[in-house]
């Protein structure tokens, strides 16, 4: 009997420390977990020194900041690894984990991220920003878009105000009236057209050229051409005309990529996802666009820089019409999308909600700035 009695102690302490020995396996399993670093490949057409590189750097920042450096990034700018048309196609094969570049160089996968392209809808980059966040949370097609070519949404943001750089000054659409205007897009495209402008396709890289040569007389861009592209060297005049966003920015993370984060990560990401699009990102914008205007100012070549007065805005949206809206609805259902016309009520109603009725742009704060020159 004693004998049984030892072995029966002797089995008890065999378990007990197998106990432990499984614990201290967990605890050491839980702490190279959490050590764990994820090494993210993020690709990017953005020029540095630009507003939009500003909103692109605040979200990566922030992933490797709150990870406490568990998230690292290998970062290939300017189209190094990708260029702008080939940007998703790389999240979407592997090639890279995070894509920025434009959705309308891939327009056969974004129609519906055209929304942000309509014109004369908004001024407000937070709010077009935020109604979009909010866009791809409540509305299943929209959201459609990107999972079914398994991307994860992380904002959609403006390449800033349009603005018009010219040799003369322009107050309204009458000034318009027979002028060249560099035009890319189908509602930049229509607008110009409305006031008998002939619109010309003019690559950013060539804006410069096009101007001095008088290929153009007109710039429709924003406030990267007089300063990162340095038309201010041979446009003297520039404006904002009340069109609103001709473009947009996208940055998208592979889906699988986030699937594979251990939760906490997914939940950092989700949380600085969030805060780039309640605002953190159109802050990051308006300081970069501040030190822009800088430039133009102390620069000495701009001679003026205005905000067309409400009338003329209203005139140029008139004669526009619905034009860009309807051929956003029929792209849309020819590319088999129900309801697209509800999905521009619900963003311009998102717009509304979301929109400060006392806003003040970098457009506007440098427009000031001139007047007071």
Same mark, same amino acid.
């Given at each position: 009997?004693?004998?049984l009695?030892?072995?029966?102690r002797? /089995?008890?302490?065999?378990?007990k ?8 396996l ?40 709150r990870?406490?450096?568990?998230i ?10 990708c ?5 998703t ?11 920025? !570049?434009? @959705?309308? /160089? $891939?327009?056969?996968?974004?129609v519906?991220?055209?929304l942000?392209?309509?014109?004369? *809808? !908004? ?20 959201? $459609?878009?990107?999972?079914?070519i398994? *991307?994860? @949404?992380v904002?959609?943001? $403006? ?6 750089g010219?040799k003369? @000054? *322009?107050?309204g ?17 229509? $607008?110009?057209r409305?006031v008998?402008?002939? @619109? ?18 007109v ?9 990162? /592209?340095?038309?201010?060297e041979v446009?003297p ?11 947009l920015?996208?940055i998208?993370m ?23 699009n ?5 802050e990051?914008f ?7 205007c800088d430039?133009?100012?102390n620069?000495?070549q ?13 005139s140029?949206a008139q ?6 809206m ?8 020819a590319?088999? /999308? ?24 970098p ?9 007071a020159?």
């Amino acid at each position: 009997m004693s004998e049984l009695i030892g072995i029966r102690r002797a /089995y008890k302490r065999a378990l007990k420390l197998s106990g432990a020995a499984i614990t201290a396996l967990l605890m050491i399993t839980n702490i190279s977990a959490a050590q764990e670093k994820h090494r993210l490949v993020v690709s990017s057409i953005l020029l540095d020194n630009t507003p939009n590189t500003s909103v692109q750097d605040w979200f990566l920042d922030e992933l490797v900041k709150r990870s406490n450096g568990r998230i690292e990034l290998e970062q290939y700018r300017a189209g190094s690894l990708c260029n702008g048309q080939e940007t998703t196609t790389c999240v979407m094969d592997g090639r890279a984990d995070i894509g920025i !570049t434009v @959705p309308a /160089y $891939s327009p056969q996968q974004f129609v519906l991220a055209e929304l942000g392209t309509l014109p004369f *809808l !908004t001024s407000d980059n937070a709010a077009q920003m935020r109604a979009f966040y909010e866009l791809n949370n409540s509305n299943q097609a929209f959201r $459609s878009e990107t999972t079914k070519i398994g *991307l994860k @949404p992380v904002a959609y943001f $403006s390449a800033g105000l349009s603005v018009l750089g010219s040799k003369t @000054p *322009l107050s309204g659409p009458d000034d318009l009236k027979g002028l060249r205007v560099r035009a890319i897009g189908d509602g930049v495209v229509t $607008s110009v057209r409305a006031v008998d402008a002939q @619109p010309v396709a003019v690559t950013a890289s060539e804006m410069y050229e096009a101007a001095e040569r008088g290929i153009v007389d007109v710039v429709f861009n924003n406030m990267d051409a007089p300063t990162a /592209y340095n038309l201010d060297e041979v446009l003297p005049y520039w404006a904002d005309a009340g069109y609103g966003h001709y473009t947009l920015i996208g940055i998208w993370m592979a889906q699988s990529t986030y699937d594979n984060l251990p939760e906490d990560l997914q939940e950092i990401v989700d949380g600085v996802i969030y805060d780039l699009n309640a605002g953190a990102g159109a802050e990051a914008f308006a300081a970069t666009a501040r030190l822009q205007c800088d430039q133009l100012v102390n620069g000495g070549q701009v001679k003026g820089f205005t905000i067309w007065d409400e009338a003329a805005k209203e005139s140029w949206a008139q004669q526009t019409g619905d034009g860009p809206m309807k051929r956003f609805v029929e792209k849309a259902q020819a590319a088999n /999308y129900d309801a697209p016309d509800q999905i521009v009520t619900e963003y311009e109603a998102l717009l509304a909600q979301y929109s400060a009725p006392d806003a003040v742009t970098p457009i506007t704060e440098c427009a000031d700035r001139f007047k007071a020159m």
